[in-house]
T-cell receptor, first 113, second 115 residues
């Protein structure tokens, strides 16, 4: 089975802290994504990566950065956490090509106080 | 740009009732269409998909037909169970023109099934 693993399920951080969310997939997928999920807004794409060291901004990249040094790992970084970044963060991966299933991690609940 | 619109929830049904969750889309090309489901405390997982017009995707008693003429992909199930309580997301994938694909999700519809 495909496994997308997010390192932390629940985090509480203080305003201004630097936050790292880690994601690892075990299926050699080229494409990896970070979404945030908020009630009434659904899933919004923050960043995605289609290859090692490659990244592209999604719809809401402000306040975030990403790192993909190895194919299996995609990290989301909040440079200086703010309360409006309190949310559920979902990592996902898929192979390149049409109509391929996207596999999601279980999510990381981040609270910024 | 591409978008997916699905009916707002929550949808509350009694067990064995018929379910319809509406989904319409706009896309510049010929997208593939998906339904994903999110059970409480979990990430999303694929429920079913369809890749071209008139295709029907089905899984676990759920069905959806790709209707190009109405740009719709409505989710249906003849008899829901309490275990179907979850959030359902309609989604599409469309080529970005660089060999990669963009994935657009709807806002999700929460379904609650009462025993």
């Amino acid at each position: 089975d495909v496994k997308v693993t997010q390192s932390s399920r629940y985090l509480v951080k203080r305003t201004g802290e630097k936050v790292f969310l880690e994601c690892v997939q075990d299926m050699d997928h080229e494409n990896m994504f970070w979404y945030r999920q908020d009630p009434g807004l659904g899933l919004r794409l923050i960043y995605f990566s289609y290859d090692v060291k490659m990244k592209e901004k999604g719809d809401i990249p402000e306040g975030y950065s990403v790192s993909r040094e190895k194919k299996e790992r995609f990290s989301l970084i909040l440079e200086s956490a703010s309360t409006n970044q309190t949310s559920m963060y979902l990592c996902a991966s898929t192979v390149t090509g049409d109509a391929n299933t996207i596999y999601f991690g279980e999510g990381s609940w981040l609270t910024v106080v | 740009g591409d978008s997916v619109t699905q009916m707002e929830g929550p949808v509350t049904l009694s067990e064995e009732a018929f379910l319809t969750i509406n989904c319409t889309y706009t896309a510049t090309g010929y997208p593939s269409l998906f339904w994903y489901v999110q059970y409480p405390g979990e990430g999303l997982q694929l429920l079913l998909k369809a890749t071209k017009a008139d295709d029907k995707g089905s899984n676990k008693g759920f069905e959806a037909t790709y209707r190009k003429e109405t740009t719709s992909f409505h989710l249906e199930k003849g008899s829901v169970q309490v275990s179907d309580s979850a959030v359902y997301f309609c989604a599409l994938s469309d080529p970005r023109g660089s060999g990669t694909y963009k994935y657009i999700f709807g806002t999700g519809t929460r379904l609650k099934v009462l025993a």
